[in-house]
Structures are given as structure tokens and as C-alpha cells.
């Protein structure tokens, strides 16, 4: 079946209201709070549920079946993904968005597949293009306990992916009992850290705490570039020893490296730096001039030079290097560069090209902040990004699932037929659709199209400082 007949028989079958209202049934909560598919979905998939158990779930598993021909993949290799806790709330988290909004382009979610949590505002660097403004802790973050009541609700929501950043998490002493609740629930934890801070000793007990991903920030394959953009001298030399801490550990490493004109030119430094550390990944985050990179605005790249740096991507990407980035660009150049390469899905994935991921890039893909993430300031602020500051809660107030189902904010971000400007007449605009925050970085307008775009590039002249 083509791609075509794969989206027209997916939702006829889910998105029409009794499928809906079916998968609703499924996806209740217990008196806990928790899903109770969930707990179902785990003795199945273990293959230790009683027959009475498997004729209640019977439309749930006909769903799997049909889901699993679809996209042609065998039974075996998909029960051994669906065993693993995280891999499972994801799927509970699929089913909980089709059965509330059936399909939708680009897909709508129920609950934040990813929560990136800026943990504390402290920090021991002065980075020049800091979001956070990070530096001193805020007068007003969470205290530990409300930190574990902030885990609870992602527990209860499903959420997948926990991203615990900064500042400088590390900072706070708590970081460890927070991750481990996390973990321990199915939730993968991941860190974003100057590395700094990465001790051998401090590397162990994040293991020992559940943590499975550190991404360490590095802006210059020398000290003189990543000290001059981190502000502090010396810090180019204990980021690398983070890194060679965490590599050696059984934490998965990834390279964080924020592109400006700067370090624009080290790229490929930077690449055969990453290869000669043994890292897992490399990360490349699109500048957005908020917070501290406001001062620096001046330095942001070109359309044209992030289209060359977006084709070098696609060209390392194709060699079999692991990159991904948070340009959502990335999967514009994958579809038209060719008919059987990798394809970018959103932000964080890059997979070998098959017609049916091309198919649900246009579903799942492009800038999914306030739609598949949100993120978590220090003081239990919400916002649909973390370099998009506009407050769309407080979780000392109300909980994340009334945030996420009723901001006003949210619920307009995660439409693309609305968007401005070219983004808006883009053919890519629901694989891509371009960043959200650097819409509204440059003009005050998360709808506002992107400018660091090639197709923007008029639109970058008349802004150009």
C-alpha cells in the first residue's frame, strides 16, 4: 500500500467517532491517576495477560495489528519494542491524542511527548547566547518537593522524553532523587550540561540515578572559540574532560553546538572533534536572540549560510555520521535532495528514508514546541518552548494537564494553516512549517515566518542588522 493509502485507510479507521470514542475508553485514568492501559499494554506485551484480560483489550490490539500491517513491521520485533517502559508510553501517548483529536496535519497530542525542564537558573559559566540568562538561582524556584509533585503529573500525563537543563542542573543536589523518580516510571531522562561539572564520581551516580542521555555544550573545536562564546577562560578544558567521562560511561554522549557566525567557520572542526571523542550524536541548535542572545543578535547566520550548513548536515547524515538538529529545515533538504536518503522527523530524528516516514513527517514532524514539547522554568513557569518566553502557566497553580489542554498559546501553535508569510504558503510548512521561536525572537509573533530560511531570504534583508 503507498503512502496515500496508508494516511486514507489510517483515518478512516481511527479518526471517525467511534474509533475515537473507543480509544477515549481505553485511555482512562485509574482513581491514582494513572492510564490504565498502560499497566494493560505491559503484561501484554510480556506476554502475561489471562484470556479475560486479552478479549478486554481486543479493539486496542486489533488497532496494534492493523497499525503493525500498515507500516509493514513483523510481530516479533514489535512486541520486543513495546516492552521496553518508555517505547510504551509513547504509544499509550499516541492513542490518548488520536482517540481525543483523531488524525490531524500536523498531529495534535494529549499531553507533551517531551518536557524540557530548566531546572535551576544558576550556573557557572556566562554564556554570551544564554536563553535562560542564566547565572544566579531565582528567588522563587521549586523547592524539592514540589520538583517530585512536578514528576508526578509527567508520570500521570505519559510523557516520554524528560530533558533536565538549565543553568547548570548540576548545581542542584536534588537533580538525582527527581531523575530517579522519573526513570523509575519508564520516563527516559536525558541532561543538557556544560560539562563542566562531569566528574567521573558525578557521571556514576547520574547512572546509578536512571539518567540514560548527557548533552554537553561545545561551541569550538579549540579553547580560544568555546571560551570566548561560554565567557569563562579554562572551560574548553573541563568540557572535554565531561565528555570523556561521559563516554566512558554508559551514558549515551551527544555534542550540543549552537551555530552562529562565531563558530560558523569550525564547523567541520567540531564534526572531527565529535568523531575523535567517540561521542554518540552530534546536536545542532538553531541561535535564537532571546534571553542573553538578544545582545548578540548581530551574529546570527545568513539564510544562505544556514542553507550550506543544513546541505553539509544532509551530506555527513547520508555518510552515516549521527547529527540532528532543531532546524526544521533539516527535512526540506532531505525530501528534495532524494528520493531514497535519510529523512529528518522534527527536531531530534533522523532515519533512513522510507516512503511511509516521508509520509509521517507531514504528521509529526517540523517545530513542535507547544505541540509534542513544552517546557518547565525554574519556578514551575510553563512555556511552549524554552526559547520562547511567554508564560502560558504555573504548575504551583494548576497542573500540566490543564495547561497543556487549555492555553490559548498552546492550542494556536499547534496550527500551520495560519501561519504568516511564506511559512505560511510553504508546501513544506506541516514537515517543517520553520522555527516558532524565531518568529518570535525577530518579530514578537510566534505565527511570523522564520527569516533564517532560504526562502526568506527577502525578508532577512529588510531585518539584517
Not at 518536557?115 to 523547592?143: F, I, S
Not at 517530585?148 to 503529573?153: E, F, I, T, W
Not at 579549540?222 to 565567557?231: C, E, L, N, V
Not at 539564510?303 to 547520508?318: A, F, H, N
Request: include cysteine.
Amino acid at each position: 500500500m503507498d503512502t496515500r493509502g496508508i494516511v486514507k485507510t489510517g483515518r478512516v479507521f481511527l479518526g471517525n467517532r467511534f474509533s475515537q470514542t473507543l480509544l477515549r475508553l481505553y485511555t482512562k485514568k485509574d482513581s491514582t491517576g494513572n492510564i490504565i492501559l498502560n499497566q494493560k499494554l505491559q503484561r501484554y506485551f510480556n506476554g502475561g495477560v489471562t484470556t479475560g484480560e486479552k478479549l478486554k483489550i481486543a479493539p486496542i490490539t486489533l488497532v496494534l495489528k492493523i497499525g503493525r500491517s500498515l507500516f509493514g513491521v513483523d510481530e516479533k520485533p514489535f512486541r520486543e519494542w513495546f516492552q521496553n517502559a518508555t517505547n510504551r508510553r509513547g504509544l499509550v501517548n499516541a492513542i490518548r491524542s488520536i482517540g481525543e483529536y483523531g488524525i490531524t496535519m500536523p498531529q495534535k497530542f494529549s499531553a507533551p511527548f517531551l518536557v524540557v525542564w530548566n531546572y535551576t537558573n544558576a550556573c557557572n559559566l556566562h554564556c554570551r547566547h544564554c536563553y535562560q540568562k542564566a547565572g544566579e538561582p531565582l528567588k522563587d524556584e521549586l523547592n524539592t518537593e514540589e520538583r517530585l509533585k512536578v514528576v508526578d503529573q509527567l508520570i500521570h500525563e505519559d510523557v516520554v522524553f524528560l530533558a533536565l537543563s538549565g543553568g547548570e542542573p548540576l548545581l542542584r543536589e536534588d537533580i538525582y532523587e527527581v531523575a530517579k523518580r522519573a526513570s523509575d516510571e519508564g520516563i527516559f531522562v536525558s541532561m543538557a550540561t556544560n560539562g563542566t561539572l562531569l566528574t567521573k564520581k558525578r557521571v556514576e551516580k547520574l547512572v546509578e540515578y536512571g539518567v540514560k542521555h548527557v548533552q554537553i555544550s561545545l561551541d569550538g573545536a579549540t579553547p580560544q572559540i568555546h571560551d570566548a562564546f561560554r565567557g569563562i577562560s579554562g572551560a574548553w578544558d573541563k568540557t572535554i574532560r565531561g565528555i570523556k567521562n561521559s563516554v566512558e560511561s554508559d551514558l549515551m554522549t551527544t555534542i550540543a553546538t549552537t551555530v552562529t557566525r562565531h563558530n560558523y567557520n569550525d564547523f567541520d572542526k567540531i564534526v572531527a572533534l565529535a568523531e575523535k571523542l567517540k561521542v554518540d550524536q552530534l546536536v545542532i541548535y538553531n541561535f535564537i536572540p532571546t534571553g542573553r542572545g538578544k545582545e548578540i543578535i548581530q551574529t546570527d547566520i545568513t539564510p544562505s549560510m544556514r542553507e550550506k550548513l543544513l546541505q553539509r548536515e544532509y551530506d555527513l547524515i547520508v555518510g552515516g555520521f549521527d547529527l540532528v538538529t532543531t532546524a526544521p529545515q533539516l527535512a526540506r533538504i532531505c525530501v528534495s535532495s532524494s528520493d531514497h536518503g535519510p529523512m529528518a522527523m522534527g527536531h531530534f530524528a533522523s532515519r533512513e528514508f522510507d516512503s511511509r516516514l516521508r509520509m509521517a513527517a507531514d504528521f509529526i514532524g517540523g517545530c513542535g514546541a507547544g505541540r509534542t514539547y513544552c517546557a518547565i522554568q525554574p519556578n514551575g513557569d510553563v512555556t511552549p518552548c524554552v526559547f520562547m518566553p511567554i508564560i502560558v502557566g504555573n504548575l504551583r497553580e494548576a497542573g500540566l494537564e490543564e495547561i497543556w489542554r487549555n492555553s490559548d498559546v498552546l492550542k494556536s501553535l499547534r496550527i500551520r494553516d495560519d501561519l504568516r508569510g511564506s511559512c505560511g504558503k510553504c508546501k513544506h510548512r506541516y514537515l517543517c512549517g520553520g522555527c516558532r521561536a524565531r518568529g518570535y525572537a525577530y518579530f514578537g509573533d510566534f505565527k511570523a515566518s522564520d527569516p533564517g530560511c532560504i526562502y526568506n531570504e527577502k525578508l532577512w534583508e529588510d531585518i539584517a542588522v
